[in-house]
């Protein structure tokens, strides 16, 4: 089934945002006060994501790799 049309239309942007929407967070200091809010921008994607979980037989096909490559 397709999703429902926004009710706004949604313009090309980092973030999708209607422009109401958009212009409510420019009101609310936009990208500068949400830096601030999250402590400046993460060296790395993983210092703010947490690294994945991986099961048994993912570590075991990563471990082979590795291996492979450091051979």
Known sequence: MPRPR???ELKAR???MSDS????FREWGGGERLRRMM???PEKYFTVF???EYNRADLA???RKQ???ND
């Open 21 to 24: 929407e958009f212009a409510r």
């Open 50 to 52: 947490q690294r994945p």
């Open 39 to 41: 402590g400046g921008q």
């Open 14 to 16: 980092s973030i999708r």
């Open 67 to 69: 291996g492979e490559r």
């Open 61 to 63: 096909f990563i471990k």
């Open 6 to 8: 926004p009710p706004e």
